[in-house]
């Protein structure tokens, strides 16, 4: 299983005060505070953590059916510049994240699975319908062509959780999709 | 506060953060702040604390956990408000 997450920074520092009262408190554990204020850079070690917080939420979903709004509840911890892991209860997720000075790309797995595939690409417009679209389009052409069949024939359907599914003739396929989008970027991870 | 007054001013309260304008006009008790209006995560945040800056409460994060929708957010709402 698999989640991904992209922030766009630009995106995040025009959107998000993090050094608004409480916000830090509602989100981070005392230890990710820690590694965010002994950072060179806190903005995009901000945006590193909550990458990957959502991408590990998004494998917490589809695992056990419930969605709930507590970014504290998954505890991040780094084990190098771009891996990490993601703590929540006794469950826990490795993180691979790609970055610059732009955006954020984070990736996570249940098992630390092979053979993901995955993309983080620019576009233009950020107005969030054609982000919809065109995250759609992409990934749906990576898919049908590593399937090799029409891409006429294959959709993609999200469930009532928010989750995305493949489709290939109305039948639900068994690859997991993650899509995210937000700001300039659109990224996806397909397993 | 009644019902409505309560849904009008949370109404006000997620305005600048939604990404969905049909979704929005249309808002009810059955709204997600995410799958309808949606709202970029971040900027939950900022609802719940825009929240507890309007109502003057706090809003600690077990009860955070459930307001994914409108409905959820009016139940601890009026659940902090009965406690003050």
Known sequence: ?191 | MTKEELIAKLKTIVKPYIQDEDAFENLSEHTDFINDLKINSANLVDVILDVEDEFDIRIENDDMEKMISVKAAMDIVNEKLAAK
């Open chain 1, 1 to 191: 299983m698999i989640g991904n997450d992209v922030v766009d920074l630009n995106q995040a520092h025009k959107d998000s005060n993090w050094m608004r009262p409480r916000f830090l408190e509602k989100v981070f554990t005392q230890n990710e505070q820690a590694l965010i204020f002994s950072s060179k850079n806190e903005h995009q070690t901000v945006w590193l953590l909550w990458s990957m917080k959502e991408a590990a939420y998004k494998i917490y979903v589809r695992q056990f059916g419930e969605r709930f709004f507590n970014p504290k509840r998954l505890e991040c911890a780094f084990e190098s510049k771009t891996k990490g892991r993601v703590v929540i209860e006794d469950v826990v997720y490795k993180t691979t994240s790609q970055y610059d000075k732009n955006y954020i790309h984070t990736i996570a797995s249940r098992l630390g699975e092979k053979g993901v595939k995955s993309s983080c690409l620019k576009i233009e417009n950020s107005s969030i319908k054609l982000q919809s679209q065109l995250s759609r389009k992409d990934v749906l052409e990576a898919y049908s062509k590593n399937q090799n069949v029409h891409n006429n024939s294959v959709t993609i359907k999200k469930d009532t959780l928010g989750i995305p599914h493949f489709f290939q003739n109305n039948k639900k396929q068994k690859e997991t999709l993650s899509i995210s989008h937000h700001g300039h970027y659109c990224a996806y991870a397909i397993l």
